[in-house]
């Protein structure tokens, strides 16, 4: 995985190095380093790694070297290129980038690794080459298939004829682009018996191009472990090992990617971001306590900002190897809230040793999870919420459900710390005449509904929530509308989930309107502006407000005056899970000194 937190020259920085140590000690058998960039031309994130020159060599070295204690460790040699096809590298370039690449594996080989991979999938230089998609050159690289895998061949020979046997060399191919003209299965498996032939080491089993990336890293609407398909049929044509992957983030599902015989090696990225121990925890049989990546993307979402990699569910990403400090003198805490950001908060104050009660007043441990995880596929949401209600009862919290905390209830005991974490309740639109409609409802209503009645349903807010809530309405066969007033769909979804779902939803017959807003509900009837003018859109049985949220911190105010206060999460400013969480942590963290302080 590019992580981008190297330095802006491609140097190996503390965080970096930690983000990998912290994996490699923990029982993985091959680490490989993501994507490092072997000439400046290659360079496609701020803070990727490089390998371009020898000054990078003093910490590439350090960092095989912290590793290697570990485990076999490889590095990923990359040429992004994306923007520049083919037919835009004359001779020359290709003869220039083609030696970056063997000095880069020179490089590896002298710094410690064990291991290059040649990165030659995702619309990556190599790739380009070999994909008749963007391949439309008409030299001796392009054209037929044998011309397009010259670049790779090329490559792969003066790797080998460089570095000898010393170093082993993989070789990461997208075995379908997923695209009408793209690479596909039949042409895939020919250039893997050409690579086995000239004694690769290993293949690494991809999938997919940027615009299908829904494949190469697929999000929680996509089943897992479906490239393993792909990896099964090239590894009954080659002799060389073959590894497979996208989304083997379960034990059950890992095992089985190599006892039921698909590859001979089962590959992770985001389930060890998650869980830096998840193969430690795989390999003991502690399934329940991995922290389970919920396939959201918000890791790749990060990438595309060109910021560091960050994780919805793991707040230690940046800061991998933090020893969680014990607190010097004994703090009581009350957490208020049971959902994410409360319940990181109180199971890591707890950790440090802290006395926590957390009061929630429903019945279940959550939050807004247990509502998020009822549309279809998001069964990783409830997973996350199982984990962090896990945590924070082994953690030793004191929790008390079913019980609504106000300021004197909290102050009865003279708790040192309160951490707020209340979340945020839904808005209702202003909306002319919406009280006049008889069944109007939130979309945490509908979602927290035992059942959705037949009708027909309008769905005002085509974010991710409102989108996520259509769906779920429409697999009851009611017929659904969405209005958006902007332009985009699906907000605060990664595009690998965006696409797919506003595609199910298409295909299933809802009916989405963008930049239409509602003017005026009169009884069931409802009229909206669209850039055309105002029109009535129809008759509604039911109107579902999925426009957001507000914040609902009623709590703090109070309470600052009489003890210490930290207001976390959606009660801050309604956001996301990665907030919650990673602000649960910091308050957890901040206990000792406010306490100081006091
Ligand atoms: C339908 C839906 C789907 C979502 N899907 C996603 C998603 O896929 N990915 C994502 O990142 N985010 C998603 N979100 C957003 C995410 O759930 C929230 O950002 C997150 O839950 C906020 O966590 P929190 O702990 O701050 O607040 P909440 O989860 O709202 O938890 C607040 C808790 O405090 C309790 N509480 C409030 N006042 C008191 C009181 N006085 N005493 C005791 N208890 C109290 C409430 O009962 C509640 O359990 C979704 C939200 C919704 C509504
Ligand atoms: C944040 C992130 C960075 C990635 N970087 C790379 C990379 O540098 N090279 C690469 O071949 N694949 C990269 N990928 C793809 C993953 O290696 C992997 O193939 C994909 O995410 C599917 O595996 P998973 O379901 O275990 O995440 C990246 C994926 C993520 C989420
Ligand atoms: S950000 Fe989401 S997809 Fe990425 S590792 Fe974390 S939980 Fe998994």
Excluded at 9 to 36: I, K, N
Excluded at 200 to 223: E, F, K, R
Excluded at 469 to 491: F, K, N, Q, S, Y
Aim: charged share 20%; net charge neutral.
């Amino acid at each position: 995985m590019v992580i981008n937190c190297a330095d802006t020259d491609g140097s190996v920085t503390g965080p970096f190095r930690e983000f990998y140590l912290a994996r490699a000690e923990q029982q993985v058998g091959y680490v490989l380093v993501g994507a490092t960039y072997v000439h400046p031309h290659g360079k496609g994130f701020d803070r990727q790694l490089g390998i371009y020159s020898d000054p990078l060599m003093p910490g590439l070295a350090d960092l095989a070297a912290g590793l290697s204690v570990h485990c076999r460790v490889g590095i990923q040699l990359s040429f992004k290129s994306v923007g520049k096809p083919p037919t835009q590298f004359n001779l020359e370039d290709i003869q220039t980038y083609r030696e970056s690449f063997r000095k880069a594996a020179e490089r590896a080989r002298a710094a410690g690794f064990d291991a290059v991979e040649l990165h030659a999938c995702h619309e990556y230089w190599l790739n380009y080459f070999l994909s008749p998609h963007f391949n439309r050159r008409s030299d001796a690289y392009g054209g037929s298939l044998p011309n397009r895998f010259r670049l790779l061949r090329e490559v792969v020979d003066s790797i080998r004829t460089a570095v000898g046997s010393d170093l082993i060399v993989g070789v990461r191919l997208s075995l379908n682009e997923f695209v009408e003209d793209g690479l596909r299965l039949d042409e895939t498996i020919q250039i893997g018996s050409w690579l086995d032939e000239m004694k690769v080491d290993y293949i690494s089993a991809s999938g997919g191009i940027a615009i299908t990336q829904h494949h190469t890293s697929p999000p929680m609407d996509v089943p897992r472990a479906s490239l393993l398909p792909l990896a099964a049929e090239l590894k009954k044509k080659v002799s060389v090992p073959v590894i497979g992957v996208g989304r083997l983030d379960r034990p059950d599902v890992f095992r089985r990617s190599v006892s039921d015989g698909y590859c001979d090696l089962a590959a992770v990225a985001r389930a060890l971001i998650a869980d830096p121990g998840y193969a430690r925890k795989v390999m003991a049989g502690q399934d329940q306590s991995i922290r389970p990546c919920i396939a959201c993307n918000h890791c790749l979402l990060c990438l595309q900002r060109n910021e560091p990699v960050r994780c919805a569910v793991n707040p230690f990403i940046g800061r991998d190897r933090m020893a969680i400090p014990s607190l010097k003198k004994p703090v009581s805490v009350v957490v208020v809230g049971g959902g994410p950001a409360g319940l990181s908060a109180a199971a890591h104050a707890s950790k440090r040793g802290g006395r926590v009660c957390l009061f929630e007043r429903s019945s279940k441990l959550g939050g807004a999870l247990r509502i998020g995880h009822r549309a279809p596929h998001k069964e990783p949401i409830k997973e996350f919420a199982d984990y962090l209600a896990d945590q924070a009862q082994q953690a030793g919290c004191r929790i008390l459900l079913g019980r609504e905390a106000t300021a004197d209830i909290i102050l009865m005991d003279t708790p040192d710390h309160v951490i707020v974490a209340t979340g945020g309740t839904s808005i209702i639109p202003d909306i002319n005449g919406l009280e006049t409609h008889p069944r109007v409802f939130t979309a945490e209503d509908v979602l927290y509904a035992p059942q959705i009645e037949p009708g027909t349903y309008l769905v005002i807010g085509g974010g991710a929530v409102g989108l996520e809530t259509a769906e779920l309405i429409r697999t009851t066969g009611a017929h659904v509308t969405v209005l958006e007033m902007t332009d985009t769909l699906g907000r605060g979804m990664h595009a690998t989930r965006q696409l797919l779902i506003v595609e199910r939803l298409r295909t299933a017959g809802v009916c989405i309107h963008t930049e239409t807003t509602p003017l005026l509900v009169d009884g069931s009837r409802v009229w909206a502006k669209t850039s055309e003018g105002p029109c009535l859109l129809g008759s509604f049985d039911v109107v579902v407000v999925a426009a957001g949220c507000r914040t609902k911190d009623e709590l703090s105010q109070r309470l600052v005056a009489h003890t210490a206060v930290s207001v976390i999460g959606d009660a801050v400013h309604p956001r996301s899970i990665r907030e919650a969480v990673s602000e649960g942590l910091d308050a957890a963290l901040k206990l000792g000194e406010v306490s100081q302080k006091k």
